[in-house]
């Protein structure tokens, strides 16, 4: 619900390349399993089906995992979907070990996600327009979500991006020469029309909400539904008066839009001529980049648009080009350089794999736990003892 697909030049809406950041696709976390005192020890509680130094990967992560990518690709590529799952079902458990890797660095260099977990939770409360966190918890639950299990998944997801932008991404670069060859070879690709780049502040009407006897929520009346505009309409106006006063457009749709777009500072990409409602596309095409519209009246309540970039039908120049040429040259260059990453990340760890499993990411340099009963212990102790003269 919360994902965000950019890619290329292409689309009526985004034309931007792929942002600098890598989102991987989390199975669900497995809640520990405390076994009883008294638990028989031939007793099986869940199949593990491989270890990454001290964790664990079970079954059912393995199979929760598996049936999410189906879900996924079955939605994605309908088309396709039966020959695209048999490919990518064989990195299933590949994914599930890089993702306990990362974790376990993360914590090796001191990242917890704590600060970054309360933001990403209010941020998804708002888009949701819901009142309080415990709304949230409620609707994830509702959904039949164990709400600790999705904050555990989003504190995994935070973790892992950190640890891939500071260990990998922050070392790779791009040099001038690789982007003009870039703009060179792409260049009829980078071919559109009349473009604006949009920000918003949405102001919402916000009547009062109320809770019959059994329960339920009760409409609005009339009145209270015209009180709630007018409030919306004059809060819509003084914060058109704080933009006209110099206060910076991104600060103030983070302070008061109700739109999902708040926390990227109002950011609504790129919208082609001929893509907006013709009363939207006359105003904010007869603007100039920064310019910034009068209160809009819409099905959702009042917005004041802003054009951030305003591109004329054509080719870009280099220079215009530049920024998304360098975030595409970084994709390209990430994904090999974290498999490298990851690689090195195996060979210093200790993993292994249940006979009937495949491990697509493994390396030759890999090491095995080496278990020790404890009579082999207790011999190779007095072994010791003996080298030492204590018989």
């Known amino acids: 619900m919360f994902k965000s697909i950019t890619s290329g030049f292409q689309g009526p809406v985004s034309r931007e390349f792929p942002m600098r950041k890598i989102t991987f696709r989390l199975a669900v976390a497995a809640c520990a399993v405390m076994l009883p005192a008294l638990l028989p020890a031939d007793t099986i509680v869940e199949e593990i089906v491989a270890r990454v130094n001290n964790e664990i990967i079970t079954r059912s992560e393995y199979i929760r995992s598996r049936d999410q990518l189906k879900q996924e690709i079955q939605q994605q590529e309908p088309a396709n979907a039966e020959?695209?799952?048999?490919?990518?079902?064989?990195?299933?458990?590949?994914?599930?070990?890089?993702?306990?890797l990362l974790l376990q660095k993360g914590k090796d260099l001191g990242i917890t996600g704590d600060t970054e977990l309360v933001k990403k939770l209010d941020e998804m409360r708002k888009q949701m327009n819901l009142n309080s966190m415990e709304e949230l918890e409620k609707a994830a639950e509702a959904q039949g979500a164990s709400y600790e299990e999705f904050k555990q998944n989003l504190r995994n997801q935070i973790i892992t991006q950190r640890v891939i932008g500071q260990e990998v991404g922050s070392k790779l670069a791009m040099n001038k020469d690789e982007v003009a060859k870039f703009y060179n070879e792409h260049k009829d690709e980078m071919e559109?029309?009349?473009?604006?780049?949009?920000?918003?502040?949405?102001?919402?009407?916000?009547?009062?909400?109320?809770?019959?006897?059994?329960?339920?929520?009760?409409?609005?009346?009339?009145?209270?539904?015209?009180?709630?505009?007018?409030?919306?309409?004059?809060?819509?106006?003084?914060?058109?008066?704080q933009l006209h006063k110099g206060a910076a457009f991104a600060d103030v749709a983070k302070k008061n839009s109700d739109g999902p777009s708040a926390k990227d500072g109002g950011d609504l990409s790129y919208f082609n001529r001929g893509t907006l409602a013709k009363e939207l596309e006359d105003k904010v095409f007869a603007l100039k980049a920064g310019e910034t519209t009068d209160?809009?009246?819409?099905?959702?309540?009042?917005?004041?648009?802003?054009?951030?970039?305003?591109?004329?039908?054509?080719?870009?120049?280099?220079?215009?080009?530049?920024?998304?040429i360098q975030d595409a040259l970084y994709m390209k260059k990430l994904q090999p350089a974290l498999r490298t990453y990851l690689t090195t990340l195996r060979e210093q760890a200790f993993i292994d794999v249940k006979p009937g499993y495949l491990d697509t990411g493994a390396s030759a340099k890999q090491t095995k736990p080496v278990e020790t009963t404890a009579k082999e212990v207790a011999s190779k102790n007095l072994k010791k003892k003996k080298k030492l003269g204590v018989f």
Do not use: C, M, W
């Open 83 to 100: 020959r695209s799952f048999s490919d990518k079902q064989r990195d299933v458990l590949r994914d599930l070990i890089d993702q306990q």
């Open 295 to 324: 209160v809009v009246r819409t099905k959702q309540g009042f917005v004041i648009l802003q054009v951030t970039e305003h591109e004329t039908a054509g080719i870009p120049t280099l220079k215009e080009a530049e920024p998304r």
């Open 192 to 241: 559109h029309p009349e473009a604006v780049r949009l920000s918003e502040i949405l102001i919402a009407p916000k009547p009062p909400v109320k809770v019959g006897p059994d329960g339920k929520p009760l409409p609005p009346t009339e009145a209270e539904n015209e009180a709630a505009l007018a409030a919306a309409q004059a809060k819509a106006q003084e914060v058109l008066d």
